[in-house]
């Protein structure tokens, strides 16, 4: 199948004006002067606007981090808000850039899809919220329960996988975005919400009595939660895994934002340290940056745990402990590779 | 060719100019062309299309509609579907629920249409200008407001099924929740095949009673019941054997069993929105097309027919109708179509039509975006041009009625 197409194409494309890849992505957004980064449609912690406006949260601070280090300021971002079911179109078709949006990793979608995983930035597993008033502790007891789900998500195969193997049955409710779940949760057109843990203390938060609903204790898959690239462009993988990277490491080596600028204005004597900061070696200058790449993202949004910390940590609404998601050095699986 | 054609043609000795002069020729010559124009246009289209997905590295295959979907339909009244099923079977699904609610939408919409077109022409103050505001308040506010309000409406203002656990539900069969309404379903047992017999030949009598009365009218003038004797042989036959075969049925009851109502028949929420905001929406623009149609037919038709002697309902059936049919028909034909389009907003909603199933879930999941909505326009186009066909053939068969 493939052949024959292939032959038509190539017969095609000799008649055509060539649309494929321009110049790099990396020249393009230097170019432009801005990021565009594919986001949620709105998820309190992880990509929102705020009341300003202002895109807020966890991803956000990604997008800002990659547009400081590429583009030199980490406000120069423009938010591409997507459904889950639009993102990976939206990437594909070149309407952003990089995709920060709560995605999971998984094999088809980066064979088949045809994107570029970087890392994650988050790992998750998809658990269910419920009413405490329905009194369920078990996401085992909820046969016959009619669940809300975004669809064009892992989460959805998840599902339907889940109750599939423990042979009980449920009502799909589809639905696009998180505010929308939220509306039909809210309203009892769902008894169950399900989608990534982290989404589901996020949405749990944002709701008038977040006491009175409960996490199951059930967490039925991986949802490893990283940003992507569209295939086809190794350069730029390689500029804005690096930058996930260099955040990452930012924690493990005591970086951060407060100290960033002055453990840069010279040698530090920890070569780690000044690998990443540009005061040894020409690492920036390896994925088409300035030395000082590194720099600029941690000034601008801080390392990772600070990252963490002011979206979805501790200290917010929406609370979340590190876990799995602490530093390797913690018990934690977020494992930057060395820098060197 | 026609006579003329030949002889202005004779002059022309090059048989190709010749066939360029004749103006049916001409005619036909320039629409091979334009068909091969844009034949070219559209093989190009897909050759581009081709070409750059090939250099996305995406292949254009079908294969992937013969996996498993993987994902559930919550919504599939005739056809069995699980996660295991194909895409293939997934886009079935997701045609039947299109086909369901534009069936359903276009029965109601017409019904509703009629009756408010009609009221618009009433002498009654107030039903016309009832009907005046039900029209222009319906049609200047889009559809898609329309379906939200009513899921909006539906979901939110309902009770859920807990409310009906314990005594909430009471005695109650009907259950009007937010999941949806539902009432109790018909459990035949293979005694009823009987009544359908029944049924079946009511409707071919009936059919052979009203030619019968039309040829008799038309030898004698003499004006059988057709109505009644339709009604009775519709109706009353099949309830007269259903009682003689002693009720073969039982009831299957709703009941709420843990989170939702078990048994009986169900009217989802989504279908619900989604059915009655189409058919509202489209009854608006039905009742004007009513409306005009009846204007259209000149008031002198009916005081001729009054003349002679025709009684008021004789006369709306036997001359007013027909002609008004005439005016309504085609623009009815492009209101059904609408529909049966709109009914792709689904989506807003979350009704499991063709848009959200074979377009949404399995084109995210598979990421062929190309071949997935290739599917759904050719559908959607079969499906617009066989009502378009419908519509066609409905329109020659009253037209033939004209006199």
């Given at each position: 199948m493939k052949k024959t197409l292939g032959t038509l194409a190539a017969i095609a ?72 079911k639009?993102?990976f179109t939206?990437?594909s ?14 094999m088809s979608r980066?064979v088949d899809l045809k ?37 064009g998500?892992?989460?959805?195969l ?183 | ?41 559209v093989a190009?289209l897909i050759s581009n299309a081709i070409a750059n997905l090939e250099a996305l590295g995406k292949g254009f295959s079908y294969n992937f509609l013969f996996e498993p979907a993987s994902y559930?339909i ?5 056809i069995?579907f699980?996660s295991r099923s194909t895409h293939l079977m997934a886009a079935l699904v997701g045609l039947q629920n299109t ?253 499991y039509d063709l848009v959200a199933t074979i377009g949404g879930i399995s084109l995210n999941q598979t990421g062929r975006e190309m071949e997935c909505m290739i599917i759904v326009l050719l559908t959607y186009l079969t499906i ?20």
């Open positions: 494309a000799a008649a055509l004006v060539s649309t494929s890849a321009s110049a790099g992505t990396l020249d393009d957004v230097k170019a432009r002067g801005e990021l565009n980064c594919i986001v949620t449609t709105g998820l309190v912690g992880f990509a929102y606007t705020d009341e300003q406006g202002t895109w807020r949260g966890f991803d956000a601070d990604f997008c800002r981090a990659a547009a400081a280090a590429v583009v030199g300021d980490g406000s120069k971002v423009k938010f591409v808000p997507t459904t889950g639009t993102r939206a990437l078709a070149g309407e952003g850039d990089v995709l920060y949006r709560n995605t999971t990793i998984t980066d994107l570029s995983f970087l890392g994650v930035n988050y790992y998750d597993g998809q658990g269910f919220m419920v009413p405490k008033a329905l009194g369920v502790s078990s996401a085992k007891d909820l046969d016959g329960a009619s669940v809300c789900i975004q669809t998500t892992t989460t959805e998840n599902l339907a996988d889940f109750f599939r193997v423990n042979n009980i049955s449920y009502e799909p409710v589809p639905i696009e975005t998180n505010e929308e779940a939220q509306a039909n949760y809210i309203a009892g057109r769902c008894d169950v919400y399900t989608t990534d843990r982290s989404g589901l203390a996020a949405t749990r938060a944002a709701l008038d009595d977040p006491a009175a609903h409960v996490l199951l204790p059930e967490i039925i898959s991986k949802e490893p939660l990283g940003p992507a690239v569209a295939q086809g462009d190794e350069d730029w993988a390689d500029t804005m895994r690096w930058v996930l990277k260099a955040i990452i490491a930012a924690e493990e080596l005591g970086i951060t934002q407060a100290n960033v600028m002055e453990k840069a204005a010279s040698a530090t004597g920890n070569p780690n340290v000044d690998r990443i900061l540009g005061t040894e070696g020409s690492f920036g200058e390896m994925i088409g940056l300035d030395n000082k790449w590194a720099v600029r993202a941690i000034a601008a949004v801080g390392n990772y745990g600070e990252i963490f910390e002011r979206n979805i940590g501790q200290s917010t609404p929406i609370g979340l402990d590190r876990g799995l998601n602490a530093q390797w050095t913690n018990g934690g699986l977020m494992y930057a590779e060395p820098i060197r | 060719m026609s006579s003329t054609a030949v002889a202005l043609d004779s002059g022309a000795s090059n048989p190709l100019l010749r066939l360029w002069r004749n103006k049916e020729t001409r005619g036909v010559i320039i629409q091979i062309g334009t068909i091969a124009a844009v034949f070219g246009i190009w559930d919550g919504f599939s009244p005739f069995e699980s086909l369901l609610v534009a069936v359903s939408g276009i029965v109601l919409a017409t019904a509703l249409g009629f009756i408010v077109g009609v009221l618009r022409l009433s002498n009654n103050f107030l039903m016309n200008k009832l009907a005046y505001c039900y029209v222009e308040l319906i049609r200047n506010v889009p559809v898609l407001l329309w379906i939200l309000l009513v899921h909006g409406a539906v979901v939110s203002t309902l009770p859920s099924p807990r409310a009906f656990s314990g005594d909430g539900g009471g005695d109650s069969v009907v259950f009007f929740s937010n999941r949806g309404l539902y009432f109790p379903a018909p459990d035949f047992s293979p005694l009823a095949l009987a009544t359908l017999i029944a049924f079946i030949v009511g409707i071919v009598g009936a059919i052979v009673y009203a030619r019968r009365a039309k040829a008799k009218q038309e030898a004698t003038g003499q004006i059988s019941p057709v109505l009644w004797v339709t009604i009775g042989l519709i109706v009353g036959l099949p309830m007269v054997v259903f009682a003689v075969t002693g009720f073969p049925m039982a009831w299957d009851y709703p009941a709420l069993k843990g989170f939702n109502f078990k048994g009986g028949w169900v009217i989802k929420p989504e279908f619900m929105a989604l059915w009655l905001a189409l058919s509202i929406y489209t009854s608006a623009f039905i009742a004007e097309i009513v409306r005009a149609g009846i204007q259209a037919v000149s008031h002198g038709q009916t005081e001729a027919a009054h003349a002679l002697g025709l009684r008021n309902n004789r006369s709306l059936q036997l001359v007013v109708i027909p002609q008004a049919l005439r005016v309504i028909v085609p623009p009815l034909t492009s209101q059904y179509l609408n529909l049966t389009k709109n009914s792709s907003l689904a989506i807003a909603i979350g009704y617009s041009l066989l009502i378009s066909a419908f519509m066609n053939w409905y329109n020659k068969r009253i037209k033939l009625v004209e006199r």
